[in-house]
């Protein structure tokens, strides 16, 4: 099993964050991709990654900072760390993009920082992890540009309807992650006490999607997937969500956690 999006540096794991490391790798974890926000965040992913053998960085500034941090210092910023980015165990870039859930009055700033990270990624040859809410018309838009058809992308906690995933399966370097929330749904609904089958449509979604382009996360500590709905989420519980993608695409779980983790590998440049 491979976490590919972790935030085991957020003070939920302060009292405990060694022994929940260990109970993912005691539990058959193979590495854990943890992903910084900000400029704290960003050092402490870095920190993390060198302590521990089998975790790996991606450092970026999230949407949500967009407006309150001016472009030029998240370069600079970004770019200190890059400058050693194999002794930093740096793998991508993220988490970045556009979320006009929380904030739809700066566009601009969000699209100006997304872009400038963009290139960033480019320069330096490194893939990218998007998060994007109710944002995903902009966010190709922006993927779809000349300068960016070679940048290999993770849709992060991905959550599109099925027309636009048919819409970004056109780029050939995107990748689509899957979370805990899609442990939420069930199978079927009880009619006049009868299970009718009934997919809902995240799981039309995953069927579209090829398996190779399939990546599993747990976006930790939120969204603990079920049967850990509404306790904190932590790393091992990935395997429900390998288990839930298994069922959807009507694989065994081995096979399913051995695609999805040379997804992972490949992905991410892990152990190479």
């Known amino acids: 099993m491979i976490d590919t999006h972790a935030h085991l540096d957020f003070e939920n794991y ?53 407006g309150r941090v001016a472009v030029s210092e998240v370069k600079t910023s970004l770019v200190q760390l890059l400058k050693e980015k194999e002794e930093n165990k740096i793998v991508a870039i993220g988490e970045i993009g556009l979320d006009y859930f929380h904030n739809q009055e700066n566009k601009k700033e969000q699209k100006e920082l997304f872009q400038s990270q963009l290139d960033l990624a480019i320069k330096y040859s490194l893939p990218v992890v998007v998060h994007c809410r109710d944002a995903y018309k902009d966010v190709l838009k922006i993927l779809k540009k000349p300068q960016y058809k070679e940048l290999k992308v993770v849709m992060h906690c991905y959550m599109g309807n099925q027309k636009q995933t048919r819409d970004f399966l056109q780029l050939p370097n995107l990748y689509f992650s899957f979370t805990g929330n899609i442990t939420f749904a069930d199978f079927g609904k009880y009619k006049n006490g009868k299970l009718v089958p009934e997919k809902a449509e995240i799981f039309r979604v995953i069927e579209q999607i090829p398996l190779e382009k399939i990546m599993a996360e747990t976006d930790c500590p939120f969204l603990a997937p079920n049967p850990h709905r509404g306790k904190r989420n932590e790393p091992v519980f990935v395997r429900e969500v390998i288990k839930r993608l298994a069922k959807i695409k009507g694989l065994g779980f081995e096979e399913a956690e051995r695609k999805t983790d040379d997804n992972a590998i490949t992905f991410f440049k892990l152990f190479k």
Do not use: C, T
């Not at 260990?22 to 193979?30: D, E, I, L, N, S």
């Not at 991709?33 to 999230?62: P, S």
């Open 14 to 66: 302060n009292d405990d964050r060694d022994k929940v490391i260990k109970r993912f790798f005691k539990g058959g974890g193979k590495a854990i991709v943890n992903i910084g926000v900000d400029f704290k965040r960003n050092k402490k992913v870095i920190k993390l990654a060198q302590e521990n053998e089998k975790l790996f960085a991606v450092i970026g500034f999230h949407p949500e900072g967009a």
